[in-house]
């Protein structure tokens, strides 16, 4: 049974839960649930992340813990038992994993890795406050190291900024506003610095000083390596300050043994000391750590005669420093300790010694030697700060490690109450001493020692450093003979205090001598005393000491013989009667000094102050004792507070009368000294001493009396130094009049109270009246007032103790009332006057509420002062924001009307007021602090406030003055984001605050403003502030995590709604007054109608029904509402906003409200207009925000740029988008699309002078020009687009308006221009495009492409994988369809979409041109590919029985012609098809278009010979003729004769005799067009080339008399051709007809496009003389894929070779799709008529449309004998044609030499093709890489294309590429190695001439490849599945005498082929050689 849990509420789950159960809840590990109920080890609950979502889950994966339970029951809810850090850090780091690893994903590496730290870190911290293993503190400590990291994280993540306070995250709810804007403020430094929050909140106004942070430096000696001495040393620290030239802490000894290793084996890795107390001020000082390294060993290092080895001396050696201001940046920054290397420098002059240090700062190199090598000292250096508890806490490894604490000198600039210390620091400063008659100085050494009174040596009270212990005796170190020695060595004496008085010093001189015995020898001493008579002690000054003579017999064992001597001047000067007859004699020429220094709690060097601790002795000196205590310095005072109090006080109680002035100045003296910052901290001291020991029970009455006789005097002085000193002490002189009248009253049991409130009213009568002094005279007394203001609030905690709350209130507002309540004294008086009242608002009296409404009032009034006048805005921001603060925290205690009430009636107003003033200033700190007090305000009132606050209002003016301002203001907040962007938590209550009061402020608009009074104004602020409000981005919660907004909506709900109600109901209480607002609040309305949020809309969109409704009524029709609604949507949607929900709700709910209406009809058609428009609007908005290809751009562009002009009629958004538009095309470089856009404006323009108005980029100027500059950039971008014929017809415009102007300069200007055009049409190489035809199938695709088709132009070189490829990349959702039929339903309603794309041929319309003979194909090229609407594409399909011998017969065409709605180029790159046709093309038809187009090209190129357009270079003439030739001879046009002439066929074909007669005279024709070439051919032959023209004399006659039985007449033909010629047994008929049962096979899977117009292609994959068997797999052999131009240019029809003279043979007819893709049908048994075949394809100029066939894999790169029949007609004239792979260099030469086909495979990419007709000569080239190799470059490249150009064509086959040219028997032997070249003036560039099929075919693997190639005929070859064939032959060639090769060898049989075969890797069978040739000559196909 499932029961409700007790116990059992919240979880958090351990192990991932997958649901696999029924009722199964899926939970994730880390997931929190909520458990209701419980069941045999199984819960069920919610997950938090998913709380609607109930399940059940096993008990244990879920780890319990405990929580608080409200509401139980159905609806309970749970909040968890733990830390709310702990909950927060949970919930963030949830939060930040999906954010982190976005960052990853968007290459945000840096952040990524820090994040991820921080991440670790706050998981390691959660873990550690969850163990609860820590002490407050650390818990306090890890708290405070979370929050900084979660701030940080947050910051860097721009998640929103969390408020707290002590680490924990507040409740808006339970502060006010401005304690909120304060906590948002503090969090936002949190995050920058990181250092312990203080509560800002609390000291605001308190000149609480902030204990400096002292520093310490942690230094530890890691080494001394340099330690090549080879004797112990020892080495001393210590700071040192370079400007003062003085050491400033104590000195670090560290004793190191001859190995440079401690001394103390205890000491090993100890050998570490502290520096501390350094304040900030230290730290910018120019400090060194200096270090001295002393030598203990014999006299002279490198002399061992010198000093017996015994004795050892303390010499210098050398030193070594390290600037603390280099390294202090480095080490600031790191926690851990960093090392450094420190060099010792010896010292060149011992006599400098005491100076080296500073030599080696000040780098006087001369003074002092570098070491050899780099090692020195290794120490590691670390920055400490904090106290030193603080230190011992956060360090304890330190401490650990034996750390010597090296002190400061003197005390640290805050001396802490119980610091004893009592060190005297002596500095051996110099000595100068007598020769005493020996030749050399002497080497001096000085022993010191301590001595009590009794003579006793004191042990263990010299120590010579930090870090050894102390010891009775000093030796200094020897100056190598030296009698003036200088040592400045500082040693510390810690004397204990009880043995400091009588004890004195002894300084003993010896002279070290180097001798044998080497003993020491005494010659003089000197001593001091520690104290002087009168009990100071020795004073911190140099002290010159008397040097007395003795010897080494003296004994010093009755020190009192010497210590009556005087020991120094000054004391010489105190007993002149010294009789001089004593055992010690002074010598007068020696002298000795020290400096000392006292460090001490304890003792005193200050007379007077031992004179005031002891007056009693002196008790006439008391009032001269009091005066100097001034004069005493603070250090001495704060050592000896307690005992000074005493004395002060009972000094009063002994003569009040005669001393309580003095006494009184005295105690102000000294509590001003605690003010100071150094000693502050001894407030404490004071305050104990006040509690705990003060005794002075009558003392108040004497401290009343002076304090008031200051205050009256105040008037009359000029000097008010004392009374100000005064009244700075007022504090403390309460503290100590309330505490003597405590024990007064206990003594007496409260006798005098009365007498004591009357002087303490007297007193404060007194106070007023120095403050209502108008001090504007006397600035003396300003600052009298201004010390008592500041000191005054203090005294309120003393009087709380004495008076009730009431009467201290009383008191105050008293005081604070006498105030000058001008504001203009002087603004020093003004700030202190806000500070004191600040002050006062901070204090414990204000936090009574009796108190408040007693000092309200009057602190309000002195607010409202200043903010009426713009003064000390921050400071009375302040005032108020803690007035705001203690309101809200009373009034969640108790009633705070009555206050609330004061404070808008004083305040609301000028608030406002306030704000818009510095509003309008944007000074944003104010700003933020005020708009926080105003809502604090607002947030405070209720209905009742309300209420008052608007029935006050005297009229409807201030009413609506006061409206105003508030709207204002709450806009301004809502326009200027006073906050951040990240302060959330201040955002939503700011939106709360303003929704509330504007519900309550609606009501009074309504009431008062709209029947007679309406005001527009006030209603137009109301309304602006609505939209405002609801379109704020803090409150559009569809951007928020579903976690935060779930939390939004539990506190405020959707504040956006709230608002969308109140201000819907305030639009229908308009009434008639709505046509005021209309078409003014349109784009407003149509904003906030466009937030994402369903209900808001459902309010808002009906509105735009009224409005249509309310100008319908007014103007009988609502041309405003349209207008207005449809410019503004444009920018709003392009802005962001709307959606296509928001679209169809828009229509949905106005067409229901129209419905009704008499308007129905123009209404609804204006609301299906908008909708529309949205919807392009969207889609443009959509391609332009994503990362979408100029393409979809473009085409949106245009899209909506029609949509206005046609539909909606907005002109001037029509020009803003062709303007867009043109701008796009400029982006992606298409110029001439660019110039069409532009035209359109330029259209729209006339040539006149009207003035037009600026315009986007346009000033303005004259329409005429604007038109003009118009025309200019239009010709330049057409220029640029190399479309000169376009910009032609512009430049005569533009020349008739400049000669009708007589502007000759121009019109010569643009006259010039067009002559360049001209020149360039002739001159430059132009490419031409490819066409292809795109569906859009499908609902995904935008609206503007949705199931329509496109003819697109495509790119340079753009062929048809290319295109496909990028048109997939374009919709990379989209799937390519692998037909080319026309899609059904289901797929044009599919939720999808789908590509079909196949490449088309353009119709061109300017035919005239085309025909026209002399025209030069430069020209001609133009019009083939430009002003196109008309295209194509074939496909082949049998009709009827097919006939096993002759396939043509039933063979026909289906031919697509598309129509689109304008011509390309135009304004885009593809335009929509409006209109297709279907025809079908009979066999018959077919074959007469074939050759009709041969015919065509060969008369073209003959009368171009003719007309002597060629020069010079015959070889395209000997090429096209021996292509026609060649292929008749060889079989060919045969196949046609025997379909169509046959008796057989002409019977069943009666109709088609006319066609049949045609076909004979084309072939007539074509018979007499060949001589006529002939004849030409011979005039222009080269002599060399003469063998060549005698072999297609030869053929000719061949093929003349193949032809004369069926066709009579032929026999006459034109002397030219009858030249002796051996016939030849094998002539074919030219036109060999192919199988159509192969073409069956081919054209299985796919449509062939027949195509045919003669141009250059821009892309090898349509050149127009490929036939649509560019689709059928025809594998290159790439032998002929050098030669094979021509071919008679292949067709895309179903005869593979085509006649026409203006197409070349197909290059690659591939599918390049690899058969695998989509089977391959089976091969026929015979391949008889492959090669007659090809021949007979028709001819069409058509390009290629789709390469859908079946790709046939070839085994070992043989092609099947089918194919040759194509090599037959290869040789044909070459035109330019853009191969890819041709780089116009290599299109420059001509040449035999075939060197280009050995390339490397992997040759360069192209440049630029040449593709003109002049002056490129063709060099043959290799393809690239992996396309058949073609050299060709025909301006119908060979069925180029046809073979890629399916529809999902995305592969290519990979071609081998032969070696050689494919030799002729009977021209090749005459013709030599150059005799090819031509000269550079040849107008066509062309290949080599391809003479016979002998070259074997070399074929590599088919791969995949996105490359292209040219012109290469390629076998077809479908593969038969089930009976692969043989290996196919290498075509038969034995009868190749010479075969030329690069180099120009002559290569001579079968093997050398071979060879270059291998070459290109390419396997040969050799094998099948024979068969081969057999089969080649017998005419039959191998299986």
């Given at each position: 049974m499932w029961s409700p849990t007790e116990e059992e509420k919240y979880g958090v789950v351990i192990c991932s839960f997958r649901g696999a159960v029924p009722q199964g809840l899926v939970l994730e590990l880390g997931e929190t649930v909520q458990i209701l109920e419980k069941c045999e080890g199984w819960y069920r609950g919610v997950s938090i992340k998913k709380p609607n979502v109930k399940g059940i889950f096993p008990a244990n994966y879920i780890h319990l813990k405990k929580a608080v339970v409200s509401n139980r029951g159905q609806y309970e809810t749970v909040v968890p038992l733990e830390d709310s850090v702990v909950t927060e850090v949970t919930a963030t780091l949830q939060e930040w994993a999906v954010l982190w690893k976005q960052l990853y994903v968007k290459h945000k590496v840096d952040l990524f890795y820090k994040l991820r730290h921080v991440m670790n870190e706050l998981i390691d911290l959660r873990r550690q406050l969850l163990s609860g293993h820590l002490t407050q503190d650390q818990v306090r400590e890890v708290k405070r190291h979370l929050t900084v990291r979660l701030d940080w994280g947050n910051e860097h993540l721009g998640l929103d900024l969390v408020p707290r306070k002590d680490f924990e995250v507040v409740d808006s709810d339970q502060i006010s506003v401005s304690d909120l804007y304060k906590m948002h403020l503090s969090s936002r430094h949190s995050v920058q610095q990181s250092t312990s929050q203080v509560d800002t909140i609390r000291q605001r106004h308190g000149d609480a000083c902030r204990m400096p942070l002292p520093h310490h430096f942690f230094l530890s000696l890691k080494s001394f390596t340099y330690n090549t001495i080879g004797e112990d040393t020892d080495v001393f620290f210590s700071l040192y300050d370079v400007r003062e030239g003085k050491q400033i802490s104590e000195r670090f000894m560290v004793r190191l043994n001859k190995n440079g290793g401690p001394r103390n084996p205890e000491k090993i890795d100890r050998m570490c000391a502290l520096f501390t107390d350094l304040s900030s001020k230290d730290m910018k000082r120019d400090l060194y750590i200096v270090a001295h390294v002393i030598r203990i060993g014999r006299m002279l290092l490198n002399d061992s005669k010198k000093g017996p080895p015994h004795l050892h001396y303390r010499r210098p050696y050398g030193c070594a420093v390290l600037s603390i201001m280099d390294v202090l940046q480095s080490i600031s920054e790191i926690k851990e300790e960093k090392d450094f290397v420190l060099k010792v420098y010896t010292c060149n002059n011992e006599n400098e010694w005491c100076q080296i240090h500073e030599n080696i700062i000040r780098k006087s190199s001369t003074k002092y030697t570098a070491p050899s090598s780099n090692y020195g000292l290794i120490i590691s250096l670390q920055l400490l700060r904090g ?12 401490f650990n490690r034996g750390v010597s604490v090296t002190r400061k000198l003197g005390f640290p600039d805050v001396i802490m109450p119980g610091d004893i210390r009592n060190d005297l620091y002596l500095t051996l400063e110099k000595g100068d001493f007598e020769r005493g008659g020996k030749s050399v100085q002497k080497n001096i050494e000085v022993t010191m020692y301590v001595l009590y009174a009794d003579g006793e040596i004191l042990k263990d009270c010299i120590s010579l450093g930090s870090g050894e212990p102390s010891r009775s005796a000093y030796h200094s170190f020897v100056l190598y003979h030296n009698n003036s020695p200088r040592w400045g060595e500082i040693i510390k004496l810690p004397i204990p205090i009880d043995r400091f008085r009588g004890s004195h010093l002894r300084f003993e001189f010896r002279h070290c001598s180097t001798k044998d015995k080497g003993e020491k020898k005494l010659f003089g001493f000197a001593f001091t005393p520690l104290m002087r008579d009168d009990g100071t002690t020795l004073s911190d000054d140099i002290h010159e000491l008397y040097v007395y003579k003795c010897d080494e017999n003296s004994t010093f064992n009755n020190h009192a013989l010497y210590l009556g001597l005087p020991c120094c001047k000054e004391d010489y000067n105190g007993c002149p009667n010294i009789p001089s007859s004593l055992i010690f004699q002074r010598s007068t020429k020696e002298s000795f000094s020290v400096s000392t220094q006292l460090s001490s709690t304890k003792l005193t060097q200050n007379v007077d102050l031992l004179a005031l601790l002891k007056w009693k002795a002196y008790p006439d000196r008391v009032m001269d004792i009091l005066g100097r205590l001034r004069h005493v310095s603070g250090e001495e005072i704060v050592k000896f507070l307690q005992d000074i109090l005493d004395t002060l006080f009972v000094v009063l109680d002994d003569n009040t009368e005669k001393y309580g002035l003095l006494v009184f100045q005295s105690l102000v003296f000294i509590i001003n000294l605690l003010r100071d910052s150094k000693y502050f901290h001894f407030r404490p001291v004071m305050d104990t001493y006040i509690q705990k020991h003060f005794a002075g029970a009558l003392a108040y009455k004497e401290l009343i009396r002076c304090l008031k006789w200051y205050m009256d005097r105040s008037a009359e002085l000029v000097r008010q130094d004392h009374i100000q000193e005064a009244m700075r002490a007022l504090e403390y002189l309460f503290k100590f009049i309330v505490q003597s009248r405590i024990l007064y009253s206990r003594a007496t049991c409260g006798m005098e109270e009365e007498q004591f409130r009357s002087s303490i009213q007297e007193l404060f009568q007194s106070i007023r009246f120095v403050l209502s002094l108008d001090s504007r005279s006397s600035e003396t007394l300003i600052f009298t007032q201004a010390a008592l203001l500041n000191s005054f609030p203090a005294i309120f905690d003393e009087l709380l103790q004495m008076f009730t709350v009431q009467e201290v209130a009383e008191f105050v507002r008293g005081t604070l009332g006498s105030m000058p309540s001008t504001v203009h004294i002087g603004q020093s ?27 309200l009032p009057v602190v309000l009034h002195h607010i409202h002062l200043h903010l009426r006048q713009q003064k000390e805005l921050l400071i009375c921001s302040g005032i108020l924001s803690s007035i705001f603060s203690i309101i809200k925290t009373s009034s969640l205690e108790g009633d705070v009307v009555e206050e609330v009430e004061m404070m808008v009636e004083s305040l609301l107003d000028v608030l406002l007021q306030t704000l818009l003033t510095i509003m309008s200033k944007s000074q944003s700190q104010e700003a933020g602090e005020y708009v926080s007090c105003l809502l604090s305000l607002l947030r405070q009132m209720s209905d009742t406030h309300f209420q008052h606050l608007l029935d006050n209002f005297q009229s409807k003016d201030e009413l609506k003055e006061f409206l105003l301002k508030i709207f204002c203001v709450f806009r301004n907040l809502m326009k200027m984001s006073v906050f951040p962007r990240d302060w959330m938590v201040m955002r939503l209550l700011t939106s709360n ?59 405020y709900g959707d504040m956006r709604v709230m608002m969308a109600y109140e201000l819907f109901s305030m639009w229908q209480n308009l009434g008639e007054h709505k046509i005021h607002f209309i078409p003014g609040m349109i784009g407003p309305f149509l904003g906030v109608t466009l937030v994402p949020q369903p209900e808001v809309r459902n309010i808002m969109i009906p509105i735009f029904h009224d409005m249509m409704d309310w100008e319908q009524r007014k103007n009988g029709n609502f041309k405003q509402v349209e207008a207005e609604l449809i410019d503004k949507l444009d920018s709003l949607v392009s802005e962001g906003k709307g959606d296509e929900n928001y679209r169809e709700l828009f229509s949905l709910l106005l067409l229901e409200k129209i419905e009704q209406e008499t308007w129905r009809e123009t209404g609804i058609s204006f609301v299906t207009s908008v909708t529309r428009l949205m919807e392009r609007l969207l889609d443009y908005r959509d391609c332009m925000k994503g990362d979408e290809t100029e393409n979809k751009k473009i085409g949106c562009t245009v899209n909506l740029m029609n949509f206005y002009k046609s539909e909606i009629n907005k002109e001037e958004m029509y020009i803003r988008y062709i303007h867009k538009l043109c701008d796009m095309h400029l982006q992606a470089e298409n110029y001439t699309e660019a110039a069409f856009t532009l035209l359109l404006y330029c259209e729209l323009l006339q040539w006149e002078d009207r003035p037009l108005r600026e315009f986007l980029h346009y000033p303005s100027q004259s329409e005429w020009q604007r038109k003009e500059g118009l025309c200019r950039k239009i010709i330049h971008y057409f220029n640029k687009g190399k479309s000169w014929e376009f910009g032609i017809p512009l430049c005569r415009e533009l020349a008739m308006q400049y000669e009708s102007l007589y502007d000759y300069q121009s019109l010569s200007w643009i006259r010039k221009m067009e002559a360049t055009y001209y020149d360039n049409i002739m001159e430059q190489q132009r490419l031409e495009p490819e066409f292809f035809r795109v569906g859009f199938y499908g609902r995904k695709f935008p609206f503007f492409l949705r199931n329509k088709e496109y003819v697109c132009r495509g790119h340079d070189y753009e062929r048809l994988e290319a295109f496909q490829q990028r048109m997939l990349s374009e919709f990379p959702q989209a799937i390519a369809m692998q037909h080319p039929n026309h899609p059904d339903d289901s797929i044009l309603q599919c939720d999808a979409q789908y590509l079909q794309i196949y490449a088309v041929t353009p119709i061109p319309d300017n035919i005239d041109v085309l025909q026209m003979d002399r025209v030069p194909d430069r020209i001609k090229s133009f019009y083939r590919v430009n002003n196109i609407r008309k295209f194509r594409y074939d496909r082949p399909f049998h009709k009827g029985p097919k006939d096993k011998d002759n396939e043509f017969k039933s063979l026909w065409i289906e031919r697509t012609t598309l129509t689109l709605t304008h011509s390309l180029p135009g304004i885009s790159r593809w335009f929509e098809v409006e209109r297709r046709e279907l025809v079908e093309v009979s066999p018959l038809e077919n074959a007469i278009q074939v050759v009709e187009n041969k015919n065509q090209e060969l008369r073209t190129l003959i009368s171009q010979y003719q007309h002597k357009q060629m020069h010079g270079n015959i070889n395209l003439l000997s090429m096209c003729l021996n292509g026609v030739i060649d292929a008749a001879v060889n079989g060919g046009i045969a196949r046609y004769q025997e379909a169509f002439f046959d008796k057989d066929y002409i019977t069943k074909h009666p109709g088609d005799a006319e066609k049949i007669t045609q076909l004979k005279e084309l072939m007539q024709e074509q018979v007499h067009v060949l001589g006529v070439g002939l004849a030409v051919h011979e005039k222009f032959v080269h002599p060399e080339m003469r063998p060549l023209h005698k072999k297609l004399i030869d053929q000719f006659q061949m093929m003349r008399s193949s032809l004369y039985h069926e066709l009579p007449g032929l026999d006459k033909l034109s002397p030219a051709c009858s030249g002796s010629s051996t016939p030849r047994s094998n002539v074919l008929v030219s036109h060999g007809p192919m199988s159509p049962e192969s073409i069956k096979l081919l054209h299985r899977h796919s449509p062939l496009n027949l195509l045919g117009s003669v141009r250059h292609s821009s892309s090898s994959l349509s050149s127009h003389t490929s036939s649509e068997t560019g689709n059928l797999v025809i594998l290159t052999d790439s032998s002929v894929g050098e030669a094979a131009e021509d071919m008679y240019h292949m067709q895309a029809s179903p005869s593979t070779s085509s006649l026409s003279s203006t197409h070349s043979a197909p290059s690659q007819m591939i599918n390049s799709a690899p058969s695998s893709a989509r089977g391959s049908p089976s091969l026929p048994d015979k391949y008889r008529h492959t090669r007659e075949l090809m021949m007979l394809l028709p001819t069409h100029r058509d390009r290629p449309s789709s390469a859908m066939y079946p790709a046939a894999i070839m085994e070992n790169g043989q092609p099947p004998n089918f194919q040759r029949a194509l090599m037959q007609q290869m040789i044909g004239p070459c035109k330019p044609c853009s191969d890819p792979n041709l780089s116009v260099a290599e299109k420059g030469h001509y040449s035999l030499h075939f060197d280009a086909f050995h390339h490397q495979l992997s040759d360069a990419p192209p440049a630029l093709p040449a593709r003109t007709l002049r002056k490129s000569p063709l060099h043959p080239i290799p393809a690239s890489p992996t396309s058949p190799q073609s050299g060709l470059d025909g301006s119908n490249s060979t069925l180029s294309g046809s073979a890629s150009s399916g529809v999902s064509s995305l592969s290519e086959s990979n071609f081998g590429h032969s070696s050689e040219p494919p030799p002729r028997t009977d021209t090749m032997d005459s013709v030599p190695s150059q005799a090819w070249n031509t000269d550079e003036d040849l107008e066509t560039p062309y290949l080599p001439v391809r003479y016979s099929l002998s070259e074997p075919d070399v074929l590599e693997s088919l791969k995949s490849q996105p490359c292209r190639s040219h012109s290469a005929p390629s076998g077809v070859i479908p593969q038969d599945t089930l009976d692969p064939p043989a290996l196919p032959p290498k075509p038969y060639h034995s009868r190749l005498p010479n075969i030329e090769n690069e180099e120009g060898m002559i290569i001579e049989d079968d093997d050398k082929h071979r060879q270059l075969h291998r070459k290109v890797s390419q396997p040969v069978s050799g094998g099948k050689e024979e068969q081969a040739r057999v089969a080649w000559e017998h005419g039959i196909s191998e299986q």
């Open positions: 106290d030193m508890e603080q230190v011992r806490r956060e360090n304890p490894m330190i008086m003004d700030v202190v006057k806000l500070q004191s009242i600040a002050r006062t608002v901070d204090s414990r009296l204000f936090s009574f509420s009796e108190s408040r409404r007693i000092l605050i303003i929704v509330t009061t504007v519900q309550y402020l609606s009501s009074a608009l309504h009431k008062n403003f709209t029947e007679t009074d309406f005001d527009f104004k006030v209603w137009n602020s109301y309304f602006s502030l609505a939209v405002l409000f609801i379109n704020q981005p803090s409150l559009q919660l569809e951007n928020a995590t579903p976690a935060k907004r779930k939390k939004i909506l539990d506190k």
